[in-house]
Structures are given as C-alpha cells and as structure tokens.
C-alpha cells in the first residue's frame, strides 16, 4: 500500500543547479528521485515546497513523495543519506497524511540572505555570504525592510521570466527584518510565498537604499539589480498541523 512521505533537507547549494529537476544537470530533486526510484524499483517524483535557484542553500527545505516500499522511514533516511553526495542531507523523515503535497500544504516560508560587511572574508564564509564591505547606511536599510511587510504587488521583484508569466504577483510578506550579527548583516523574511528571485531582488533594493539611491520612506517603484544566490538560505517552511499527520 502506498504511503506518503515528507523528508526535511538540508543542503549547500554551491555545486547544484538548483531544486528543480533539469536533464544532463546536477539538480536536488534529480539527484533525491533516482536515489529514492532505485530503492523503491520504479520512478518515484519527489515534490519540494519550492524551487530554489541555482547556488541557493537550505536548512530545512521540504519535500514528499509516495512509497510502496515497507521500509521504516528512519531506516529509509539513512539509506538515502548514505547515497546523497555530502553536500545534502535529509535530517528529519516522517509518515504524512495521504494527500500532503509539500508545494501545495505550505503556509510560510523563511529565507535569510547575509552580506558580509567585513573588510577580509575568509575563504570559509565565502561560499555563504554576499561580501558587501562598501559604505552602507544600515539603518536606512533596516527602516526600508519593514516597508515590504503586508500584501503587495511584487511584480518589479519577479526575475524578468517571471514578471512575463500571466499569473498573479501579489504576495504577502508577514515579517521583514535586517539586523547586524558581528560582521553580518543579515535579512530574514518570511512569507505566504515569494516569486523567482523575489527575495535576492528585495536584497538589492535594500542595498540602494543604503547607498541612498532608493527611498526608504516607501516601496520603490523599481528594484536594485539581482543579489548573487549564494547569500541566500531557506530557513523553513511551514504547514496546517492537520496534513502532516498520517
């Protein structure tokens, strides 16, 4: 009988293309669906709660799948654990209830994206952070991150794909917030859902604000140019208690 799984990921995002599925590519759900087919002997799709980009990292990403094979989830972790490449790993495995889509369930996420303020960033941060260590005003930054909270029409912070596809781009932003951390600077957003290079683009709006570029009085009509990926982790994802339970 099938059963449907939700695992939780973490992973360095460095050396992948992203999330998605792409053929002759390093991909997450690539390298999860043939390692997951090969112990289940069929085509198994796993289904993540969002598409990271190409560079981006995870602490807790989510995904699902359905199984037939009786194998007990903690055994089936560590087996999969065993054949991922270090750089992923699934840290939580459980029964979900039988309808739980991990794209579809989900209610919030958290990304953080950190810009290294630092004069020297050191080659073991490097991979993590944005070095940004050119003059800031932070506090106009902090003032202007609080702007995007609530529902908008985030339509200038879509990659320009994105901003072509004919669906909505109104989104909603439940919390906003830039603090300093030692030589971090760290932005934390959480929200309903977030369009493809949604959050690197907020990223960079705040940046010209810094710089004094962009008003931080109110939300610019226009977006500072894109943030590399790799300053940017999903932090968590969050869903209705009730699809979780098998």
Request: glycine share 8%.
């Amino acid at each position: 009988m099938s059963r449907k799984i939700r695992i939780t990921l973490a992973y360095d995002g460095t050396d992948f293309h992203g999330w998605q599925f792409q053929p002759g590519l390093l991909t997450i759900q690539g390298i999860l669906e043939k390692i997951i087919s090969e112990i289940e002997g069929k085509h198994v799709h796993v289904a993540g709660s969002g598409r990271t980009d190409a560079g981006v990292h995870a602490l807790a990403q989510v995904a699902s799948f359905s199984l037939d094979n009786p194998l007990p989830v903690d055994n089936l972790r560590r087996a999969v654990n065993r054949l991922l490449p270090p750089a992923v790993r699934i840290t939580e495995a459980a029964e979900a209830h039988p309808d739980f889509h991990a794209r579809f369930h989900a209610v919030a996420k958290t990304y953080r994206y950190t810009l290294y303020r630092g004069e020297t960033c050191l080659p073991f941060e490097w991979p993590f952070v944005h070095h940004h260590p050119y003059p800031l005003n932070e506090e106009w930054m902090k003032r202007g991150a609080a702007l995007f909270v609530g529902t908008h029409d985030f339509s200038k912070y879509a990659a320009k794909d994105d901003r072509a596809a004919d669906r909505s781009k109104v989104r909603t932003i439940y919390s906003s917030e830039l603090e300093r951390s030692g030589d971090r600077l760290i932005y934390t957003v959480r929200g309903g859902g977030f369009l493809k290079h949604m959050v690197r683009n907020l990223v960079g709006t705040l940046i010209e604000m810094g710089r004094g570029n962009l008003a931080h009085t109110q939300i610019p009509r226009k977006s500072g140019a894109t943030v590399p990926a790799k300053g940017l982790t999903m932090v968590s994802v969050e869903y209705p208690h009730a699809t979780l339970n098998p």
